[in-house]
């Protein structure tokens, strides 16, 4: 997170042993979407593809999996736009 003035940077995720990329906004800007994957070598690794799709609150709150699965890799979440999609907070 970084204030539109370019002040006040602070990280909101932090997940031990995993890398997280490809972070999306939902159409609030409340939630984060993001792909997380482990620090070990994998076969989905090496490809750039992650192994969870994760969320987590603006706030750095309520960090949740969305979906995982073994054999199954995960690349760049996106939010489809429209009337009455829009996520907002994740409540704990």
Not at 4 to 9: F, P, V, W
Not at 36 to 60: K, P, V, Y
Not at 61 to 69: D, L, R
Not at 73 to 81: C, E, I, K, R, S
Request: glycine share 14%; hydrophobic share 35%; net charge positive.
């Amino acid at each position: 997170m970084i204030g539109a003035d370019g002040t006040g940077a602070r990280r909101i995720t932090r997940t031990p042993r995993h890398h997280e990329f490809f972070p999306s906004w939902d159409p609030s800007g409340e939630r984060l979407a993001y792909i997380r994957f482990s620090a070990a070598r994998t076969e989905a690794a090496g490809f750039g593809l992650g192994d969870a799709l994760m969320q987590i609150n603006a706030d750095g709150s309520c960090q949740t999996k969305v979906i995982s699965g073994r054999h199954t890799a995960f690349y760049v979440p996106t939010w489809q736009p429209g009337r009455g999609r829009h996520a907002g907070r994740i409540e704990c």
